[in-house]
């Protein structure tokens, strides 16, 4: 198999055209606009079938996603950080409407202040909505989750929308080199999309999405749903089986590098979790005993395997790409929760937040994380939470402070 | 604790009268929640609020299931099982009912061993939604059946409620809620606080674990058409429409256009026939009849012709 | 559009079928109910009703509906863009060979005016600048009327609202969303009440055979946010005709044309002084400089119409 080399934006376009995708209702959003304008070249040269539609915004493209998936064709949609907040109220509509089909989100921080950067708060904003979530390290994975997204999205287990989510910039704008597979090898991976009864025919009338009144229906399918995303863990390890047998490519609900006999372990969503990867290697030359995690899979939340891989060992750092204001770290919370009470629980769970905003973390700090590791572990005591951020930034963000407030402070003087 | 729930009509004054008697206990020093309960009600559905009060603070919410005192503005609700009047009554609840008829009369009816007192609806009016300061009305005599708020007391609740309805509103309001509250002077302090629900001996919810289903059956879809008639927007209605067919003109193309709710249907001669299943009361068709064929006749009254086999 | 031949002339040609099933929550006496029921009974149940946040949103409230074709409920703003993806769905399978004709649906939009006039008039815009073939139809009751009549953009001048209760009521003026629409040049738009039956089946039955976005705006007496006797809808709803508040006219094949030009128009006050929430207008006492003013406003339009 011959290897091309395409960004993560390219990619996650290969595989909505290789998922065979009828409908794309867009709008454009930097990092994300490469996606739906390799899509329309396609679909205007006719080397791909399938209608595009831009709509006026990412809450209308949201609805026409849903609209369209509710009554039966294959729906692809793409967007990024304020779009996918600005489509936030869609996001938890049309997942109530159990249609299935695939977003790409490409993560970028949110405002204010704006940023075009990469980081996680936008996708963190969608995890309660009932989307499934896929999180991606690599332009390959990209293409691949986007196959796997649909399998896990029309099963009749879950029936729900999947986000396939990648780093902008560190992704999207990055070209690196993607197997593309067979079109027909693709094809037959991710099957005919059967839209069951959720249809709209004249000779089939139905009322979707009408209203409930009173808790108890409404317990009954918001639960039901919660239920749907919860099946996904077994489906995501079929699916994901069966695309490695086909493929060759393995992407399981949670990445365990260098894991087996590691006292320490790093915790990471997303690209940068492969400079955790290569941490590791460095750390492991230098004679310690220390591996990566990272999930793949954030909705369903793959507890039980996180559990299993984090027993017995001396001690966890979560690096969190995301800060829920007033809180920390979303991903060292759920990964808290996780653990709770379980007899070989890690007894130290460091939280650390780095990257915000596409702001890089060195070699030197994921080092410096794992001595930090070390010696909580010796002392029994969990340190306070870390922002990766070195008094030189200070320094710098000082500089350019003064230059903000010269003009005001020349005025007063 | 005291609870206490108000059952009308949407436009009755529930609300009022839930505030009223709220604030009435309030001014006598105890700790007080009043709120009405809202849904997808309209102007003559059934709706409710309710009234709890006691000494010390409340920890209980929302709807009350084990009532004390059930208070009914329009009596043409209790047999309607949608209103849910006798939901939780207990043999100790205090059932008060505005009504023309005797307690005896409705104790057989309802086949209930608990009090039943009326009051004897004081005005009556052809359109029940219209029922004239109903709301202070029925608060007037709870604040009487439970024995511990004063006269004076609930004159100053009625006031601080109704401040912005204008002298002349509140001047009719207390002197129907005061008279109200002397009628019922022989049962002073019959409705009595209720107690708190034991963790000793209990019901133990019988919790079900909710099984998966697939989005087929667990998505919130309807397969079926038109099955809204199914809900009975009947009994919404104070008024009646009654066509007099000796009148009718067969132009049903006017009142089975105009009507809302296409509740008018026409039969194989070109009559119209009105659905009192549906029929919400709202009149347009009497307005709109070209011949005045159509007569509005109270809901209540149409009732009692029909049970004792009148023709209205 | 010319060339249609209309099959309903006189009132008797209306249906005497209903197709909207009874049992809705809607209040009695709601002129937008009636409106929709007269429509429905035309366009038919070979339609999917997209609808927006509003009073309506409660016509399908599991497990029920009142519909005898299909039904979605999206949320307040974004309505047109669900029919957007509905259209664009059956047209794809259309295209496949995969929905036969007799399958395929009118996609209709169903909103009231606080979706049409405010939140969702730029999802409206963006499915007519993308000549989207579907059916918008507003139930106009002038103001946020599922949360207790709150004004709107399509709040009248002067009128009492829940959060326009001062001594003149609303100071702001109703939109013309009308015009707004035309604006864009869609295949129709069209302005209906209930009240006059055989206007509205004649401009459904010529929406019905046309492509493109077609725009309807129903006023809808409401007697629970303009506090009137519900068996006051109909004669209200004819007072906004003949006093030339609410014009009844079409905009086709680029021009705007009124279908009923009230002659003797009534003066605006015969239509204000029927409902609460102009009660300020005549009691204490009569606001002459104010009535001046609304019945002015309604005067320069007419002036300004010759079709």
Redesign the interface.
């Given at each position: 198999m011959s290897r091309t080399l395409l960004t993560g934006n390219v990619s996650a376009a290969w595989g909505a055209r290789l998922a065979g995708v009828d409908y794309v209702p867009a709008f454009p959003i930097t990092p994300q606009t490469e996606i739906i304008e390799t899509l329309a070249g396609w679909i205007d040269s006719g080397e791909m079938a399938g209608r595009l539609v831009t709509l006026e915004s990412e809450h209308s493209m949201i609805t026409a996603a849903g609209g369209a998936a509710t009554t039966g064709v294959r729906v692809f949609s793409a967007t990024s950080s304020q779009g996918l907040l600005y489509a936030m109220e869609m996001l938890y509509t049309v997942a109530g409407w159990r249609t299935p089909f695939v977003l790409v989100n490409v993560s970028r921080g949110l405002s204010a202040p704006i940023t075009l950067e990469s980081d996680h708060n936008d996708i963190m904003a969608a995890r309660d909505c009932g989307f499934l979530q896929i999180h991606c390290a690599s332009c390959q994975e990209v293409l691949d989750s986007t196959l796997l997204a649909y399998r896990l999205a029309e099963d009749t287990r879950v029936r729900l929308p999947v986000i396939v989510n990648l780093d902008g910039f560190y992704l999207s704008f990055t070209r690196e080199p993607v197997e593309i597979p067979a079109a027909d090898a693709a094809a037959g991976f991710v099957g005919d999309f059967d839209p069951q009864n959720a249809r709209f025919r004249a000779s089939t009338p139905e009322s979707q999405a009408v209203a409930v009144l009173g808790g108890s229906p409404y317990s009954y399918f918001r639960y039901e749903t919660h239920l749907a995303s919860l099946n996904g863990l077994s489906v995501y390890d079929e699916i994901s089986a069966e695309f490695s047998a086909t493929f060759g490519r393995n992407h399981p609900a949670v990445e365990a590098y260098r894991t087996g006999d590691a006292d320490y372990l790093f915790v990471m969503l997303g690209s940068f979790a492969t400079k955790a990867r290569e941490a590791v290697d460095r750390l492991r030359d230098a004679g310690w005993s220390i591996g990566l995690l990272r999930p793949r899979l954030l909705r369903p939340f793959p507890e039980e395997s996180l559990r299993r891989l984090l027993a017995g060992r001396r001690g966890v750092a979560v690096i969190d790409q995301n800060l829920s204001m007033g809180k920390g770290g979303v991903l060292h919370g759920e990964l808290l929760g996780a653990l709770y009470g379980h007899p070989q629980a890690p007894p130290v769970v460091a939280s650390f937040i780095g990257g915000l905003g596409g702001r890089d973390i060195s070699a030197e700090e994921f080092y410096e994380m794992a001595q930090t590791l070390r010696q909580a572990a010796d002392t029994g005591r969990t340190p306070p939470p870390r922002l990766l951020y070195t008094r030189d930034e200070l320094r710098e963000i000082r500089k350019l402070q003064a230059v903000a407030h010269q003009e005001r402070e020349e005025l007063h003087r | 604790m005291y609870r206490i729930r108000f059952h009308g009509r949407g436009g009755q004054g529930m609300k009022t009268a839930s505030r009223i008697l709220g604030s009435a206990f309030f001014l006598e020093g105890f700790e007080v929640q009043d709120a009405p309960r809202y849904?997808?009600?309209?102007?003559?559905?059934p709706i409710f609020a309710y009234v709890r009060a006691a000494r010390a603070a409340i920890n209980e919410r929302g709807i009350i299931s084990r009532p004390d005192l059930v208070v009914v503005a329009d009596d043409t609700l209790v047999p309607v099982p949608a209103s849910g009047v006798l939901s939780g009554i207990g043999a100790r609840t205090v059932l008060l009912i505005n009504t023309t008829q005797n307690t005896s009369a409705w104790q057989q009816r309802l086949n209930i061993s608990g009090p039943v007192i009326t009051l004897p609806a004081s005005a009556e009016v052809e359109d029940r939604a219209d029922l004239p300061y109903i709301g202070a009305t029925c608060a007037g005599a709870a604040a009487r059946l439970v024995g511990v708020i004063a006269r004076d007391t609930l004159a100053g609740a009625i006031r601080t409620e109704l401040s912005a309805l204008g002298a002349g509103v509140i001047d009719r309001n207390l002197e129907n809620a005061l008279q109200a509250y002397d009628i019922m002077q022989a049962h002073s302090g019959l409705v009595r606080e209720g107690s708190m629900t034991s963790a000793i001996k209990y019901a133990h919810p019988d919790w079900a674990d909710?099984p998966?289903?697939?989005?087929?059956i667990?998505?919130?879809?309807?397969?079926?058409?038109?099955?809204?008639?199914?809900?009975?927007?009947g009994l919404?209605?104070t008024l009646r429409p009654v066509v007099d067919y000796s009148r009718c003109n067969h132009?049903?193309?006017?009142c089975?256009?105009?009507?809302?709710?296409?509740?008018i249907?026409?039969d194989t001669d070109g009559k119209p026939v009105i659905?009192y299943?549906?029929c919400?009361?709202?009149?347009?068709c009497?307005?709109?009849c070209p011949p005045h064929a159509i007569e509005?006749v109270s809901e209540e009254q149409a009732q009692r012709d029909t049970t004792t086999g009148e023709t209205p | 559009m010319t060339g249609t031949k209309a099959s309903i002339r006189r009132m008797k040609d209306l249906p005497s079928t209903h197709l909207l099933g009874t049992g809705t929550p809607m209040c009695a006496g709601c002129g937008g109910l009636q409106a929709l029921h007269e429509i429905y009974d035309i366009l038919g149940e070979k339609t999917v009703f997209v609808n927006a946040a509003g009073c309506m949103t409660l016509l399908s409230v599991y497990p029920f509906t009142p519909f005898r074709g299909s039904w979605l409920y999206t949320a307040m703003a974004s309505s047109p863009a669900g029919a957007q993806g509905i259209r664009d769905a059956l047209d794809i399978l259309r295209e496949r060979g995969e929905l036969p004709a007799e399958e395929d649906l009118q996609v209709v939009v169903l909103t009231g005016d606080g979706a049409a006039y405010g939140m969702g008039l730029s999802a409206t815009s963006g499915a007519m600048e993308r000549d989207l073939d579907f059916i918008y139809i507003c139930y106009d009751n002038e103001g946020y009327g599922n949360t207790g009549q709150q004004y709107s953009g399509a709040t009248p001048h002067a009128a009492k609202t829940a959060t326009s209760r001062g001594a003149h009521g609303f100071a702001g003026y109703k939109k013309d969303l009308f015009s707004i629409w035309a604006a864009h040049r869609p295949a129709y738009v069209g302005t209906v009440i209930g009240a006059e039956p055989l206007d509205l089946a004649h401009k459904i039955e010529t929406v019905k055979q046309l492509r493109g976005p077609r725009m309807i705006i129903a006023l809808a007496p409401c007697p629970t946010g303009w506090d009137y006797d519900p068996g006051e809808s109909v004669n209200i709803g004819r007072l906004a005709v003949r006093t030339g508040i609410w014009p009844l006219k079409e905009y086709i094949d680029g021009k705007v044309v009124h279908t009923r030009i009230p002659r003797g128009r009534l003066p605006v006050e015969e239509y204000l002084k029927t409902q609460g929430r102009f009660a300020h207008l005549f009691a204490p006492q009569r606001d002459d400089a104010l009535l001046a003013e609304l019945q002015a406003r309604v005067d320069a339009y007419w002036d300004g119409v010759t079709s």
């Amino acid at each position: 198999m011959s290897r091309t080399l395409l960004t993560g934006n390219v990619s996650a376009a290969w595989g909505a055209r290789l998922a065979g995708v009828d409908y794309v209702p867009a709008f454009p959003i930097t990092p994300q606009t490469e996606i739906i304008e390799t899509l329309a070249g396609w679909i205007d040269s006719g080397e791909m079938a399938g209608r595009l539609v831009t709509l006026e915004s990412e809450h209308s493209m949201i609805t026409a996603a849903g609209g369209a998936a509710t009554t039966g064709v294959r729906v692809f949609s793409a967007t990024s950080s304020q779009g996918l907040l600005y489509a936030m109220e869609m996001l938890y509509t049309v997942a109530g409407w159990r249609t299935p089909f695939v977003l790409v989100n490409v993560s970028r921080g949110l405002s204010a202040p704006i940023t075009l950067e990469s980081d996680h708060n936008d996708i963190m904003a969608a995890r309660d909505c009932g989307f499934l979530q896929i999180h991606c390290a690599s332009c390959q994975e990209v293409l691949d989750s986007t196959l796997l997204a649909y399998r896990l999205a029309e099963d009749t287990r879950v029936r729900l929308p999947v986000i396939v989510n990648l780093d902008g910039f560190y992704l999207s704008f990055t070209r690196e080199p993607v197997e593309i597979p067979a079109a027909d090898a693709a094809a037959g991976f991710v099957g005919d999309f059967d839209p069951q009864n959720a249809r709209f025919r004249a000779s089939t009338p139905e009322s979707q999405a009408v209203a409930v009144l009173g808790g108890s229906p409404y317990s009954y399918f918001r639960y039901e749903t919660h239920l749907a995303s919860l099946n996904g863990l077994s489906v995501y390890d079929e699916i994901s089986a069966e695309f490695s047998a086909t493929f060759g490519r393995n992407h399981p609900a949670v990445e365990a590098y260098r894991t087996g006999d590691a006292d320490y372990l790093f915790v990471m969503l997303g690209s940068f979790a492969t400079k955790a990867r290569e941490a590791v290697d460095r750390l492991r030359d230098a004679g310690w005993s220390i591996g990566l995690l990272r999930p793949r899979l954030l909705r369903p939340f793959p507890e039980e395997s996180l559990r299993r891989l984090l027993a017995g060992r001396r001690g966890v750092a979560v690096i969190d790409q995301n800060l829920s204001m007033g809180k920390g770290g979303v991903l060292h919370g759920e990964l808290l929760g996780a653990l709770y009470g379980h007899p070989q629980a890690p007894p130290v769970v460091a939280s650390f937040i780095g990257g915000l905003g596409g702001r890089d973390i060195s070699a030197e700090e994921f080092y410096e994380m794992a001595q930090t590791l070390r010696q909580a572990a010796d002392t029994g005591r969990t340190p306070p939470p870390r922002l990766l951020y070195t008094r030189d930034e200070l320094r710098e963000i000082r500089k350019l402070q003064a230059v903000a407030h010269q003009e005001r402070e020349e005025l007063h003087r | 604790m005291y609870r206490i729930r108000f059952h009308g009509r949407g436009g009755q004054g529930m609300k009022t009268a839930s505030r009223i008697l709220g604030s009435a206990f309030f001014l006598e020093g105890f700790e007080v929640q009043d709120a009405p309960r809202y849904g997808a009600e309209r102007r003559g559905a059934p709706i409710f609020a309710y009234v709890r009060a006691a000494r010390a603070a409340i920890n209980e919410r929302g709807i009350i299931s084990r009532p004390d005192l059930v208070v009914v503005a329009d009596d043409t609700l209790v047999p309607v099982p949608a209103s849910g009047v006798l939901s939780g009554i207990g043999a100790r609840t205090v059932l008060l009912i505005n009504t023309t008829q005797n307690t005896s009369a409705w104790q057989q009816r309802l086949n209930i061993s608990g009090p039943v007192i009326t009051l004897p609806a004081s005005a009556e009016v052809e359109d029940r939604a219209d029922l004239p300061y109903i709301g202070a009305t029925c608060a007037g005599a709870a604040a009487r059946l439970v024995g511990v708020i004063a006269r004076d007391t609930l004159a100053g609740a009625i006031r601080t409620e109704l401040s912005a309805l204008g002298a002349g509103v509140i001047d009719r309001n207390l002197e129907n809620a005061l008279q109200a509250y002397d009628i019922m002077q022989a049962h002073s302090g019959l409705v009595r606080e209720g107690s708190m629900t034991s963790a000793i001996k209990y019901a133990h919810p019988d919790w079900a674990d909710l099984p998966f289903d697939t989005a087929r059956i667990s998505a919130p879809t309807v397969f079926a058409t038109a099955n809204s008639v199914e809900v009975r927007t009947g009994l919404w209605r104070t008024l009646r429409p009654v066509v007099d067919y000796s009148r009718c003109n067969h132009c049903w193309w006017v009142c089975s256009t105009f009507c809302p709710d296409g509740a008018i249907a026409v039969d194989t001669d070109g009559k119209p026939v009105i659905d009192y299943d549906h029929c919400k009361g709202c009149m347009i068709c009497v307005a709109q009849c070209p011949p005045h064929a159509i007569e509005a006749v109270s809901e209540e009254q149409a009732q009692r012709d029909t049970t004792t086999g009148e023709t209205p | 559009m010319t060339g249609t031949k209309a099959s309903i002339r006189r009132m008797k040609d209306l249906p005497s079928t209903h197709l909207l099933g009874t049992g809705t929550p809607m209040c009695a006496g709601c002129g937008g109910l009636q409106a929709l029921h007269e429509i429905y009974d035309i366009l038919g149940e070979k339609t999917v009703f997209v609808n927006a946040a509003g009073c309506m949103t409660l016509l399908s409230v599991y497990p029920f509906t009142p519909f005898r074709g299909s039904w979605l409920y999206t949320a307040m703003a974004s309505s047109p863009a669900g029919a957007q993806g509905i259209r664009d769905a059956l047209d794809i399978l259309r295209e496949r060979g995969e929905l036969p004709a007799e399958e395929d649906l009118q996609v209709v939009v169903l909103t009231g005016d606080g979706a049409a006039y405010g939140m969702g008039l730029s999802a409206t815009s963006g499915a007519m600048e993308r000549d989207l073939d579907f059916i918008y139809i507003c139930y106009d009751n002038e103001g946020y009327g599922n949360t207790g009549q709150q004004y709107s953009g399509a709040t009248p001048h002067a009128a009492k609202t829940a959060t326009s209760r001062g001594a003149h009521g609303f100071a702001g003026y109703k939109k013309d969303l009308f015009s707004i629409w035309a604006a864009h040049r869609p295949a129709y738009v069209g302005t209906v009440i209930g009240a006059e039956p055989l206007d509205l089946a004649h401009k459904i039955e010529t929406v019905k055979q046309l492509r493109g976005p077609r725009m309807i705006i129903a006023l809808a007496p409401c007697p629970t946010g303009w506090d009137y006797d519900p068996g006051e809808s109909v004669n209200i709803g004819r007072l906004a005709v003949r006093t030339g508040i609410w014009p009844l006219k079409e905009y086709i094949d680029g021009k705007v044309v009124h279908t009923r030009i009230p002659r003797g128009r009534l003066p605006v006050e015969e239509y204000l002084k029927t409902q609460g929430r102009f009660a300020h207008l005549f009691a204490p006492q009569r606001d002459d400089a104010l009535l001046a003013e609304l019945q002015a406003r309604v005067d320069a339009y007419w002036d300004g119409v010759t079709s």
